[in-house]
T-cell receptor, first 118, second 116 residues
Framework: AQKVTQAQTEISVVEKEDVTLDCVYETRDTTYYLFWYKQPPSGELVFLIRRNSFDEQNEISGRYSWNFQKSTSSFNFTITASQVVDSAVYFCALSEVPIYNQGGKLIFGQGTELSVKP | DSGVTQTPKHLITATGQRVTLRCSPRSGDLSVYWYQQSLDQGLQFLIQYYNGEERAKGNILERFSAQQFPDLHSELNLSSLELGDSALYFC???????????????FGPGTRLTVT
């Protein structure tokens, strides 16, 4: 069965610190996609990244970077030089590739609440 | 702004009642997904429609139903409401029908349902 575990429930850092949010997933499929979403206090879910299971290259987007390691079934997210505006709940999610039109539901982790203090 | 719209933003109703949540996907998106977010269950997938047809079903109660109309907007109907149905209901949309090609799901702002 598919499962996503975000073991860190809450993380608190001081502005300008680097912080890594952990995500471990379980799936029996060889083809799947991983996602990260941000949920700020306003409540909406903001798409950050999608990565397929065949692409293990790390990705960097500004202060954000993602480390995908199939060997450990992890897809960790690092924020460099954190800012107060990064305070939010971050969700990691997993989706299998649809076969015969089975759709693309996302299985979410429980989320990590990041608090960045000035 | 993701381009996905949901109405209403807030809904307060009593137990036993029926409500309808509405979602308009981003222009060009053919898939609509519904998710429920609650404190005890987290974010749970309910159901997906692609171009008017049901594609995938998750932990959706029998009291809940959904449909996608020819103009691609979708409605989620919740009936015989219970206190435990209080949650934030999100709609998401994507171009494709799965997580693969064109599979990024963009979420609307959500509808907060409170059942009293």
């Amino acid at each position: 069965a598919q499962k996503v575990t975000q073991a860190q429930t809450e993380i608190s850092v001081v502005e300008k610190e680097d912080v890594t949010l952990d995500c471990v997933y379980e799936t029996r499929d060889t083809t799947y996609y991983l996602f990260w979403y941000k949920q700020p206090p306003s409540g909406e879910l903001v798409f950050l990244i999608r990565r397929n299971s065949f692409d293990e290259q790390n990705e960097i987007s500004g202060r954000y970077s993602w480390n995908f390691q199939k060997s450990t079934s992890s897809f960790n997210f690092t924020i460099t030089a954190s800012q107060v505006v990064d305070s939010a709940v971050y969700f990691c999610a997993l989706s299998e590739v649809p076969i015969y039109n089975q759709g693309g539901k996302l299985i979410f982790g429980q989320g990590t609440e990041l608090s960045v203090k000035p | 702004d993701s381009g996905v719209t949901q109405t209403p933003k807030h809904l307060i109703t009593a137990t036993g009642q029926r409500v309808t949540l509405r979602c308009s996907p981003r222009s060009g998106d053919l898939s609509v997904y519904w998710y429920q977010q609650s404190l005890d269950q987290g974010l749970q997938f309910l159901i997906q429609y692609y171009n008017g047809e049901e594609r995938a079903k998750g932990n959706i109660l029998e009291r809940f139903s959904a449909q996608q109309f020819p103009d691609l907007h979708s409605e989620l109907n919740l009936s015989s409401l219970e206190l435990g149905d209080s949650a934030l209901y999100f709609c998401a949309s994507s171009v494709g029908q799965g997580a693969g090609l064109l599979g990024e799901q963009y979420f609307g702002p959500g509808t907060r349902l409170t059942v009293t």
